[in-house]
């Protein structure tokens, strides 16, 4: 009865086009015009806005020439729009948390950036052209610093596309294949490593002696004196753990203990547990802060006794605390113009233990900084290279035979 009752759609064609090809219509007693075509096996519908014919045959004419066009071109229409699949592919990746919360939230971050690229495209026409296309417009565009993109930026891009194209084949089934991808090589495009500037030893300490005295200045009100306390136990943490920001800010009073080492001086330590970069399923990676990470640790609980184990540690944001401090030290900017934050304190705190440490092994100082030895390389080994060549000058006494002794001597040029 419901549906016997109903009032049936009504369609009026105003005026047909191109042989009938487009159509004209009013629907359901409406005044406004609604253009209709038939392409790619199915009906595809647009309202024009219009109220008169002339307008609305204005309207629906360049509408269906870019159709055909599009089309012409090889523009599918009626498939799954990328936008669509990206959407489905965070929801995935939120599911399935294979990876950590830090790298879903670059996701997030990723597709924020890339969604104008991909208005109403359809994943069937993201092909090689069309990501070389992109890898070429988004070249072209500026950082909020007003520096150009970098190709390890680019890269990132391309990762995350083929990520979405890899999902819509082997969860949703809606491709058969992804497209070849751009290649980072050769001189506008190559991968090189940028790692971020640190501070070094006579740096660090400039940097820390200003943050100590900025505490106790006395023309501060009381929460900015706070912010400046914490700020500098901040960085004596990050710094003595090799903490990525993150890490810093997912500590609680019950992640961190006092402890002795067993070297042959006992020296304490702060043992640490983090929500690293590599975590999985919340599990803490644990982290180990020397020397001003001791004394800083101890300030703080004496500061804070009231302080409950599941409290955070840092309680302040010091992004903005770090930037000034660094500005105030002439130091924001190193000698090639490019900036330190505080992603530049694990970098320092590294850089320190490479150039200081008594015995520095890229393996032991990769699991202390929960790294690889590879990236020890690649993005944090800043050392001056004259630092290795006074290690490796001269030659080791030799005890056995003139032979040798004659060797060494020929050796050294003598």
């Known amino acids: 009865m419901a549906a016997a009752s109903a009032k049936a759609e009504t369609t009026e064609v105003v005026a047909k086009l191109y042989e009938g090809k487009l159509r004209l219509e009013r629907r359901d007693g409406g005044t406004l015009i609604t253009a209709r075509t038939f392409i790619q096996g199915k009906l595809v519908r647009k309202t024009t806005g219009e109220r008169t014919l002339a307008a609305a045959t204005k309207v629906a004419t360049g509408w269906y020439l870019d159709l055909l066009g599009r089309d012409r071109k090889g523009e599918h229409f009626h498939g799954h729009f990328f936008g669509e699949v990206a959407e489905k592919f965070l929801t995935h990746a939120e599911q399935t948390r294979e990876v950590s919360e830090g790298q879903r939230r670059n996701y997030r971050q990723k597709w924020a950036l890339l969604k104008p690229h991909f208005e109403r495209k359809n994943i069937a026409d993201i092909d090689t052209r069309f990501l070389l296309a992109l890898r070429e417009a988004r070249s072209k565009a500026q950082t909020k610093t007003g520096q150009p993109v970098k190709p390890a930026t680019l890269k990132k891009d391309m990762d995350f596309i083929r990520m979405v194209l890899r999902h819509a084949c082997d969860i949703e089934k809606l491709l058969e294949r992804i497209p070849t991808f751009p290649s980072f090589r050769g001189e506008a495009w190559e991968v090189t490593p940028s790692p971020r500037p640190f501070l070094d030893h006579d740096q660090w300490v400039k940097v820390r002696k200003l943050a100590k005295a900025r505490v106790d200045d006395p023309d501060q009100n009381p929460r900015s004196q706070r912010q400046r306390q914490e700020l500098y136990w901040f960085m004596l943490i990050s710094v003595g753990a090799a903490l990525r ?112 440490g008594p015995n520095p092994d890229y393996r032991d100082i990769a699991k202390w900084a929960r790294t690889s030895p590879a990236m020890i390389a690649a993005f944090y080994d800043q050392t001056h290279p004259q630092l290795s060549v006074e290690r490796i000058v001269g030659f080791r006494k030799r005890t056995s035979g003139k032979e040798s002794q004659s060797a060494l001597s020929e050796s050294a040029g003598e």
Not at 298 to 305: E, G, I, N, Q, V
Not at 309 to 323: A, Q
Request: proline letters at 2%.
């Open 245 to 356: 920001v993150g890490e810093a800010y997912s500590l609680h009073w019950r992640d961190c203990e006092l402890i002795k080492l067993n070297d042959a001086d006992h020296t304490e330590a702060v043992h640490m547990k983090v929500l690293g970069k590599h975590s999985r399923g919340g599990k803490r990676e644990e982290a180990y802060g020397m020397f001003g990470a001791v004394t800083a640790f101890k300030a703080m609980k004496a500061a804070r006794p009231e302080a409950k184990p599941d409290d955070k540690l840092f309680t302040e944001n010091h992004r903005e605390g770090m930037k000034e401090l660094l500005i105030k030290a002439k130091l924001r900017t190193d000698a090639n113009g490019q900036t330190r934050d505080s992603k530049s304190l694990r970098q320092t705190g590294i850089s320190l233990r490479l150039e200081l």
